[in-house]
């Protein structure tokens, strides 16, 4: 007995160091932020709009000024989650190009970056050629181009567009060539890129493309699984931005799926949500409480995730996160379909077809799910979320050789998947 009781305390003190040695986050580290009653850089952006919009009425000639007062609605969007004033930007972008006839690509450049944000992607893409065939700014339109042939799949496009931005000392350049090395599926390199670009921003001294590669390579270095990493710069970024709701809800990610502290990741999205209220709160808030096996509290969180999008236009913004939650149910599996052939039309990428595939699965086509998925989405990317569905529907078709790969693959990926999907992994 005394053998026994001995192993028992040393399994029980084993366990309680590995928990230990799995916490990343502390409260004392971001509490601050949680609990922050201003927002200087809304309140700042809110006394620039008022500043040109005094100027503009009173010289209503001065179509630049719609311009800076757009810019400026952009932001505010950014740093508020409140989706009115991305289309108040957009009703002044128009109302500039309308009035210089299209002519000054810094305008419409301006409004294709607006689209963008709305999923508009190919009235995006439309105005990206409309500055190109300008000739002006080229390089500026370059990334326009690159940017937007990204969220269309028009990867050789994207890739050409990168070779005119060639510059290995130019932040802009180096920001996309992260990105195109983190499509490739490169973390390392996409991370050293980003790296390199962060301390251009430090360099110049630029606060807000600090900020901007600080939460990034919080994102590169968890998907790395680099978890330490990726909290301490969420960190940084909360140092030069207090309001960050994006950091914040990275440092709430790493408690649910790293540490599995689901009570600490509510008090972080709850306050959060106070001050930055998006949808995408409520799907969070929704995975933990199904990780708790809260069935009532996930069905909470879903009808006012719909009820919000019911209440608010955001267009296409949240597509994909309505296929996928419909197609998990078989009931709502058929508007998942819907959704999914919107979105190919939208944009053709290997994430729009992995929801035809994934909802063809869910409605029990598991053939039809196989070949949409080996001809658009195998080799295509390397996000875990596709290779969790193209190993599903493997299993499905009884592809048993083509699982083994891909689940090597998944298992370490199981922080970006989430817990929920954990157990569901392993029995593939």
């Known amino acids: ?33 949680l609990e922050i009653k ?44 409140n989706v009115k004033y991305l289309y108040k930007a957009e009703e002044l972008l128009l109302k500039s190009n309308e009035t210089y006839k299209y002519s000054g690509v810094g305008t419409i450049r301006s409004l294709g970056r607006n689209y963008i944000s709305q999923h508009r992607f190919k009235e995006a893409l439309v105005l990206a050629n409309k500055a190109l065939a300008i000739g002006e700014g080229m390089k500026e339109t370059q990334k326009l181009l690159f940017d937007v042939n990204m969220e269309l799949g028009n990867y050789a496009e994207a890739q050409n567009n990168l070779q005119y931005l060639n510059d290995s000392k130019d932040f802009d350049y180096l920001i996309r060539i992260s990105k195109w090395n983190d499509h490739l599926g490169d973390l390392k390199t996409a991370i050293s890129l980003m790296e390199k670009a962060k301390e251009i921003a430090i360099s110049n001294d630029n606060k807000s493309l600090e900020i901007w590669t600080y939460s990034n390579l919080g994102d590169l270095n968890g998907h790395a699984g680099d978890i330490k990493k990726s909290y301490d710069y969420y960190l940084k970024t909360l140092e030069l931005e207090p309001n960050s709701s994006y950091a914040l809800k990275g440092i709430a990610w790493i408690a649910f799926s790293h540490e599995r502290n689901t009570v600490e990741a509510k008090r972080i999205i709850d306050n959060i949500s106070k001050r930055h209220h998006t949808p995408d709160f409520y799907l969070l808030k929704a995975q933990i ?140």
């Not at 809304?42 to 008022?50: L, M, P």
């Not at 179509?63 to 609605?73: T, V």
């Not at 197609?327 to 819907?338: F, G, H």
């Open 1 to 33: 007995m005394k053998t026994l009781s001995a192993l028992l305390l040393a399994s029980l003190m084993m366990l309680s160091c590995n928990q230990k040695s799995n916490t990343v986050t502390s409260q004392k580290d971001y509490n601050q932020y």
């Open 38 to 81: 201003d927002n200087k850089s809304r309140d700042f952006v809110q006394g620039e709009i008022n500043f040109w919009q005094k100027k503009f009425d009173a010289a209503p000639n001065q179509i630049s000024y719609l311009s800076l007062l757009a810019s400026n609605y952009s932001k505010l969007f950014e740093n508020t989650g």
């Open 289 to 428: 409480a199904e990780y708790e096996n809260d069935t009532a509290t996930k069905k909470e969180n879903l009808n006012k995730y719909f009820t919000m999008l019911n209440a608010i236009n955001y267009g296409a913004m949240y597509n994909k996160y309505n296929a996928l939650i419909y197609a998990d149910d078989k009931n709502t599996a058929s508007k998942a379909l819907e959704i999914a052939k919107i979105e190919i039309n939208h944009r053709p990428t290997p994430d729009s077809y992995d929801l035809l595939a994934w909802s063809y699965y869910n409605l029990g086509d598991s053939k039809k799910a196989l070949e949409i998925a080996e001809k658009y989405v195998v080799g295509k990317s390397f996000e875990p979320k596709l290779n969790y569905h193209l190993a599903t529907i493997y299993k499905a078709n009884n592809e048993k050789a083509k699982i083994a790969p891909v689940k090597k693959e998944l298992l370490n990926s199981i922080y970006e998947l989430g817990p929920n999907l954990e157990k569901k992994v392993i029995s593939l």
